[in-house]
Nanobody, 124 residues
Framework: QVQLVESGGGLVQAGGSLRLSCAAS????????MAWFRQTPGKEREFVAR????????YYADSVKGRFTISRDTSKNTGYLQMNSLKLEDTAVYYCAGSPSYYPGTYSSDYDYWGQGTQVTVSS
């Protein structure tokens, strides 16, 4: 089906920036959305951002709006999450997710394909 592989996580100081990548491979869809979720121990997986592959329309969680930017390079089958003005509470494992559905929402169950996750740690 579809395989997703995240990369780009690491350690960054509060106020700094980091860019995550999500490389997609496998079958193609006439409609596809890529999203980013994040999760910390003891908390539910949290929606971060979503992008429609065709056209590039975006949607963000309120917690990251204005700081994070989701984008994609269709020629490389790769999505990105640019994270600026990072805060301590942004620390989490970040997961890339994909869905061929018509406007998937913000629930993990809305997405069919998942990457393995990449750790982002924000220090003071």
């Amino acid at each position: 089906q579809v395989q997703l592989v995240e990369s780009g996580g690491g350690l960054v100081q509060a106020g700094g920036s980091l860019r995550l990548s999500c490389a997609a491979s496998g079958r193609t869809f006439s409609r596809f959305f890529m999203a980013w979720f994040r999760q910390t121990p003891g908390k539910e997986r949290e929606f971060v951002a979503r992008i429609k592959w065709s056209g590039g329309s975006t949607y963000y969680a309120d917690s990251v709006k204005g700081r994070f930017t989701i984008s994609r390079d269709t020629s490389k089958n790769t999505g990105y999450l640019q994270m600026n003005s990072l805060k301590l509470e942004d620390t989490a494992v970040y997961y890339c997710a994909g869905s061929p559905s018509y406007y998937p929402g913000t629930y993990s169950s809305d997405y069919d394909y998942w990457g393995q996750g990449t750790q982002v740690t924000v220090s003071s």
